[in-house]
């Protein structure tokens, strides 16, 4: 789920006064619950334990029990049944650290450790993932892993932590795809969408593509957005429905399209100073145990999609699907946004991801 969404810097100054708090927390999480839920391999163990000393200070977006709270929860667990690394992690989900942008400022300062948000948040920060989040130019769960994987992702990473300092980690699918939700009236085609406010991120591609469909992109940040919807200051949002559902925004939302233009991929991040300051014996291993913890919360993420759109309906929602000539109406608008807040993304590069579409 943002400098005036879910962030500021101020977010940043007021937090760090807790950080001497943050570092007297417990500092084991107790994850045999989640462990049992979401199953792991067979557990190899080495052969000597190896210990890094400092705590790490993970502030997420995501509720407890989420998947994008799991891929990381689940590192030290890995680790340590694992590869017999010892590395003690404190969360803290829900925001409870900042605002969105609240957290991404403070781990590249170093208050925070670890952090993740939706690649389109990071992008006032460094332009590297905009490919990703080209409205339609992913098609599917399968596309993204294969993306996820490639070495496009890799080289984007290095761009990316070329300009900011932070080592990139393995990626987390963030709940599929987005949907279009709103208080007023149902929405099957953009014409629909003329003179309502949507909740925007940031991002220009965020921006550009609400204005293509006719809405009026509105800043606010995450943690106002309840309060925004029941006040109309806002109208609705483009969100997933895992994020609708865990906050509670059916109470304040009735209208749902699934309008299946940009699929949510979560960023993880770590301070680049922390990341440093870990011997090889430890970054070698921790990095595996991202993406084995990234893997698991993919398929707990995989399966929520379809779960949390029916949550949705039991709650009152209603979910519309479009026909194909009403889609290709979405499609026309949202692909638009690529010649104009995407006209400096290398048409080599979109060209190299479309490729990755596969036959699925």
Same mark, same amino acid.
Do not use: C
């Given at each position: 789920?943002?400098?005036?969404?879910?962030?500021?810097?101020?977010?940043?100054?007021?937090?760090?006064?807790?950080?001497?708090?943050?570092?007297? %927390?417990?500092?084991?999480?107790? =994850?045999?619950?989640?462990?049992?839920? !979401?199953?792991? $391999?067979?557990? &190899? +163990?080495?052969?000597?334990?190896?210990?890094?000393?400092?705590?790490?200070?993970?502030?997420?977006?995501?509720?407890?029990?989420?998947?994008?709270?799991?891929?990381?929860?689940?590192?030290?667990?890995?680790?340590?049944?694992?590869?017999?690394?010892?590395?003690?992690?404190?969360?803290?989900?829900?925001?409870?650290?900042?605002?969105?942008?609240?957290?991404?400022?403070?781990?590249?300062?170093?208050?925070?450790?670890?952090?993740?948000?939706?690649?389109?948040?990071?992008?006032?920060?460094?332009?590297?993932?905009?490919?990703?989040?080209?409205?339609?130019?992913?098609?599917?769960?399968?596309?993204?892993?294969?993306?996820?994987?490639?070495?496009?992702?890799?080289?984007?990473?290095?761009?990316?932590?070329?300009?900011?300092?932070?080592?990139?980690?393995?990626?987390?699918? %963030?709940?599929?795809?987005?949907? =279009?939700?709103?208080?007023?009236?149902? !929405?099957?085609? $953009?014409?629909? &969408? +003329?003179?309502?406010?949507?909740?925007?991120?940031?991002?220009?591609?965020?921006?550009?593509?609400?204005?293509?469909?006719?809405?009026?992109?509105?800043?606010?940040?995450?943690?106002?957005?309840?309060?925004?919807?029941?006040?109309?200051?806002?109208?609705?949002?483009?969100?997933?429905?895992?994020?609708?559902?865990?906050?509670?925004?059916?109470?304040?939302?009735?209208?749902?399209?699934?309008?299946?233009?940009?699929?949510?991929?979560?960023?993880?991040?770590?301070?680049?100073?922390?990341?440093?300051?870990?011997?090889?014996?430890?970054?070698?291993?921790?990095?595996?145990?991202?993406?084995?913890?990234?893997?698991?919360?993919?398929?707990?993420?995989?399966?929520?999609?379809?779960?949390?759109?029916?949550?949705?309906?039991?709650?009152?929602?209603?979910?519309?699907?479009?026909?194909?000539?009403?889609?290709?109406?979405?499609?026309?608008?949202?692909?638009?946004?690529?010649?104009?807040?995407?006209?400096?993304?290398?048409?080599?590069?979109?060209?190299?991801?479309?490729?990755?579409?596969?036959?699925?």
């Amino acid at each position: 789920m943002t400098k005036t969404t879910r962030g500021s810097r101020t977010d940043t100054a007021a937090a760090r006064h807790g950080r001497r708090h943050v570092l007297k %927390a417990a500092s084991a999480l107790t =994850l045999g619950a989640a462990a049992g839920t !979401l199953g792991f $391999p067979a557990i &190899v +163990r080495s052969q000597q334990a190896k210990r890094f000393l400092k705590p790490l200070v993970a502030g997420l977006n995501a509720k407890e029990g989420d998947p994008t709270y799991n891929s990381v929860s689940l590192v030290p667990k890995i680790l340590r049944e694992k590869y017999d690394v010892q590395v003690d992690f404190q969360i803290h989900p829900a925001s409870s650290l900042g605002t969105d942008l609240g957290q991404i400022d403070a781990v590249q300062t170093g208050f925070i450790d670890i952090t993740s948000n939706t690649t389109q948040q990071f992008s006032q920060y460094d332009r590297s993932f905009d490919v990703i989040d080209l409205p339609y130019v992913f098609t599917d769960w399968e596309m993204y892993y294969r993306v996820a994987r490639s070495d496009i992702w890799k080289k984007q990473a290095a761009a990316f932590e070329a300009k900011v300092p932070v080592k990139v980690l393995p990626p987390v699918g %963030a709940g599929g795809f987005r949907m =279009l939700s709103n208080n007023v009236r149902p !929405l099957p085609e $953009p014409g629909a &969408v +003329r003179g309502l406010k949507f909740r925007s991120l940031t991002s220009a591609l965020d921006v550009e593509m609400f204005k293509a469909w006719g809405g009026n992109p509105t800043p606010l940040p995450w943690t106002e957005v309840y309060t925004g919807l029941q006040q109309k200051v806002v109208n609705g949002y483009h969100v997933q429905p895992i994020w609708t559902f865990q906050f509670k925004h059916y109470e304040v939302l009735k209208y749902a399209t699934e309008v299946k233009a940009i699929f949510a991929i979560q960023f993880q991040v770590m301070n680049i100073n922390t990341w440093k300051s870990m011997p090889e014996a430890i970054q070698k291993p921790l990095l595996m145990a991202f993406e084995e913890a990234a893997q698991i919360a993919n398929e707990q993420d995989r399966k929520a999609e379809a779960f949390f759109k029916e949550e949705l309906k039991k709650k009152g929602m209603e979910i519309y699907a479009p026909s194909a000539a009403e889609l290709s109406k979405w499609r026309a608008g949202g692909e638009s946004v690529w010649t104009t807040a995407g006209k400096g993304i290398d048409k080599g590069l979109i060209d190299s991801i479309i490729r990755m579409r596969g036959t699925s």
